[in-house]
């Protein structure tokens, strides 16, 4: 008998293409197309952000009772669609989602984002409900949507609940007065896991309370039970099994045969277009336009994670050698600035401050190649665009990196964590494009040749998600 097809909700705060900080917007745009394409409903849920009002969208015409305080609170629920395909169910409640930034301002994080991202999560519960759509699982994706496995827990009646861990450097950490503002009896609370020491520690909730764990690349699954890569909760994760299901990628929204954002397309076969935008490049980012250059690149959020320390380390290292860098990012103001000042120094760097997404492809193809330092990386996604985009990646031998890029074939893998090993890494890598020419060609078109689409992890997400309602049946 064919097994009947999966209602699945995805919560998350982020969601291409309607609002996006990192690769985590990629993720949640991405995943519920594959896994539709399998035949399954799948729909998402995000916050109506101020940044995604302008984003048509149709307002549902029932008010939306959101249990949450002693009173309850109302939102409103509009609905647009990934690729006229998956429903996004944008929740509306002004006091939390109305403002500039998700997580925060110039000041900091938010003061209320437990509130806020707890409003995120009591809405998804109620969701099915309010829509008449009866729910089989829902797919919780970081510390932003972890509450939703810790109250289900408290009810008598809820759906199962999947767990991803996009990055667990980011727990949702907040002073443990706030727990009355969760409205969970405090025997409740202690067994949900979300207490830790003197603190709510939101994602250690939902690696508790949630029926299952999934992380984004098998490497860092493995990596997040050690002392080393648990970021403080590998002892909430040592008792529990974590599955590593490894990132695909959108390849029709990376694709440089079809890329609107660059000045000519290319293929695997041709890669005359990927001259073009070196060029183009060069020339935007108010470099010397060379072809024989090796321009390197790098596009990231400014954060110790991203060892954006040991890239500027590298850069100065490099100062008198004939490589080029565009850059673009943002971040830590002190590697903003860092990074800013050898822009405005040196002829041969280029650095834009800010978040661009158009440029952020434009980089991807242009280079020739591509920079990740990381520190820790759960999956990386960059690489993987990198490589399709025949840019060859230069990263560090961790987490989902470790397991999309090989050693001279489809990039350039190091392992210690400095800024000299990366330094090393990067003089091979300009060796070869200088005194190896066809093996460099080689290794691009290995590259770009790459399987990389969604279908794969969307094979696996399916016998997870049946796997766990058996259990609960
Ligand atoms: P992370 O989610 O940890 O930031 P990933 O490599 O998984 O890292 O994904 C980062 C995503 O965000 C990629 O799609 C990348 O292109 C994008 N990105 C990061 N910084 C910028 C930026 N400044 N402008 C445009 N896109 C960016
Ligand atoms: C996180 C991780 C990154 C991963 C992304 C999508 O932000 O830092 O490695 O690729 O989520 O899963």
Redo the contacts with the bound molecule.
Sequence with gaps: MPLSPLRVLFVASECVPFIKT??????VGALPLALSALGHDVRVVIPRYRAVKHIAAEKLPAPFAVPMGPDGRYAAVYRSFVEDTVPVYLIEHDVFFDRDGLYGDDRGDFSDNLLRFAFLSRAALALGDYLDWPIDLLHL??WQAALTSVFASTLTSAPPTVL?I??L??QGRFAAAAAVDLGIEPGAMGASGVLQGKFINVLRGGLVSADALT???PS?AKEVKTEAGGAGLHDALSTRSVTGIL?GIDEARWDPKTDVNLVQNYDANDLRGKAACKLALQRESGLPERADVPLLGLVS?FAE??GIDLFIETMDELADEDVQFVVLGSGESSAEEQLAQRAAERDAVACTVGFNEPLSHRIEAGCDLFIMP?R???????QLYSQRYGTLPIVRAV???RDTVTDGVDGFRFDELSSEALTAAIRRAVTLFHTGPEAFHSMVQTAMSKPMGWDVAAREYETLYRQILRQKA
């Design positions: 990192g690769g985590l917007g990629d993720v994706h970081d991803s996009h990055n450097g980011y992380t984004v690349s860092y990132n959020r994670q991203k990381s820790y990386e759960p999956c990386g996604l960059n987490g989902g990196l």
